[in-house]
């Protein structure tokens, strides 16, 4: 039978990191450090096929970071994700290895993929203090842009994190080609059993549309028809929603952060 992933254990895992090592802040959380501490040693160096493996020898590590990954967010991301295994896969297999895929943590993955990916969004971005700066906020390209410079995290990460940990109505879509891949959606929205379905093509009026149409995403916000995105919701009591598109160029995709006025 397959496993069904923990939301709590990855969670629990690295809030004790945090309380163990006494951080107090992101500038504090030096991944190297970390996991020289651990007794896992971090190297940079040529996959073909993953963005980071681990390698584990009893209470021994390397993880091993694919030179690729020249972004400092995703090269932490990367490293976070694989410590995540360590701590808490220590009986799945003495060699991991993940792709980017695995690390978006969909519900497409594995179970300890998608573990390994909420351990290492906690690791990096803990709720409390995450939380205290998103505080009063809406999702724009500025405020997405200054969290991930504080907390040294990707857009993609960063705008997820933001959705999770978000106490209003928003949510998180990432599309390719003019067509949704994955997404995500806070507890706000996830009460009303929203639901889209990936690989569908974009509302033709989005932000995301917009972009793979024209080659440019507006600066600011654009409302968008509430039924254009998410169909026929009960008690919702909007016609209307404003998004946020964040270009990727280098992936080819965009981010779209949607919330409620």
């Known amino acids: 039978m397959t496993p069904k992933a923990s939301k709590t254990l990855p969670l629990a895992e690295a809030a004790k990191l945090w309380t163990l090592y006494g951080f107090k802040s992101p500038q504090e959380l030096v991944l190297e450090d970390l996991a020289m501490a651990m007794n896992i040693f971090v190297v940079d160096a040529r996959l073909d096929s993953a963005a980071a493996r681990l390698v584990r020898k009893g209470d021994y590590g390397l993880i091993r970071v694919s030179d690729g990954l020249r972004i400092s967010g995703q090269r932490r991301f990367a490293i976070a994700h694989e410590i995540g295994h360590f701590v808490m896969h220590k009986k799945v297999s003495q060699l991991l290895a993940c792709t980017n895929s695995d690390m978006r943590a969909s519900y497409r993955s594995s179970a300890y993929e998608i573990e390994a990916s909420i351990f290492a969004g906690a690791l990096l971005m803990p709720r409390e203090l995450f939380q205290a700066r998103?505080?009063?906020?809406?999702?724009?390209?500025?405020?997405?842009k200054d969290l991930a410079s504080e907390f040294d995290t990707s857009?993609?990460?960063?705008?997820?994190?933001y959705v999770e940990?978000?106490?209003?109505?928003?949510?998180?879509?990432v599309s390719e080609n003019?067509?949704?891949?994955?997404?995500?959606a806070s507890d706000s929205f996830g009460n009303h059993n929203l639901w889209l379905d990936s690989k569908n093509a974009l509302p033709r009026h989005s932000a995301a549309a917009a972009y793979f149409r024209d080659g440019e995403a507006e600066e600011e916000p654009i409302e968008v028809d509430l039924k254009d995105w998410f169909g026929q919701m009960e008690d919702i009591d909007s016609e209307f929603v404003i998004e946020q598109a964040i270009p990727l160029p280098e992936f080819s995709q965009v981010i779209s952060l949607i919330w409620l006025p």
Request: a positive charge.
């Open 134 to 144: 998103i505080a009063g906020t809406v999702p724009t390209t500025r405020v997405i």
């Open 155 to 161: 857009l993609t990460a960063t705008a997820l994190r």
């Open 165 to 173: 940990t978000s106490k209003d109505y928003c949510a998180f879509v």
């Open 178 to 184: 003019n067509k949704m891949r994955w997404w995500r």
